[in-house]
């Protein structure tokens, strides 16, 4: 079954500590996203890559870094910088913007909390 | 500056009966619409969407209207079912800029 997998389902971070959160999609897939909820919130953009080795910065990008160095592969990492992490993260695929507009799909998320 | 507002949080219907959820945007360069519904501790799931060259666009019982003069969009889910239970969130996006803007969320409660 094609799809998206994120990794770990909950996470625990100290204060000053990074945490990676892992997503991966086999749905061949050229652009990938992360969202973050938080409650009685929408999803807000923190970055999105529409190709390999290339990714942009969203409407909430500070605190945060990406890499996409695979084309199924897009982590995430959520740096000491970041002064609010505690909230729910949602990773997304679609298919590259030149086939038109096109729907994402969503991952089952990562919730972060701080301990 | 919020592009894409859902204003009300929350809506009850009865089994059987119509839903009707309501998204309303500001900018006139968005040319994608979508639902996606999503269950607590869960990604979201694509419902439907349309494009900004029609005005309706159906899926079993699910519909949605596109008013562009009025800059607003409605899903209406028919026979609502206590499955449809869920948080409604629409999105939208311009070709230009590559990525969708969600809003709030609208939470349905559909009861027996």
């Known amino acids: 079954d094609g799809g998206i997998t994120q990794s770990p389902k909950y996470l625990f971070r100290k204060e000053g500590q990074n945490v990676t959160l892992s997503c991966e999609q086999n749905l061949n897939h050229d652009a990938m996203y992360w969202y973050r909820q938080d409650p009685g919130q929408g999803l807000r953009l923190i970055y999105y890559?529409?190709?390999?080795?290339?990714?942009q910065k969203g409407d909430i990008a500070e605190g945060y870094s990406v890499s996409r160095e695979k084309k199924e592969s897009f982590p995430l990492t959520v740096t000491s910088a970041q002064k609010n992490p505690t909230a729910f993260y949602l990773c997304?695929?679609?298919?590259?913007?030149?086939?038109?507009?096109?729907?994402?799909?969503f991952g089952d998320g990562t919730r972060l909390s701080i301990l | 500056d919020q592009q894409v507002k859902q204003n009300s949080p929350s809506l009850s219907v009865q089994e059987g009966r119509i839903s009707i959820l309501n998204c309303d945007y500001t900018n006139s360069m968005f040319d994608y619409f979508l639902w996606y519904k999503k269950y607590p501790a869960e990604g979201p799931t694509f419902l439907i969407s349309i494009s900004s060259i029609k005005d309706k666009n159906e899926d079993g019982r699910f519909t949605v209207f596109l008013n562009k003069s009025a800059k607003h969009l409605s899903l209406h889910i028919v026979p609502s079912q206590p499955g449809d239970s869920a948080v409604y969130f629409c999105a939208a996006s311009a070709r230009i800029a590559q990525k969708l803007v969600f809003g709030t969320g609208t939470r349905l409660l559909v009861s027996p």
């Open positions: 997304a695929s679609s298919q590259g913007w030149e086939f038109g507009n096109q729907p994402q799909h």
């Open positions: 890559s529409q190709i390999v080795n290339d990714f």
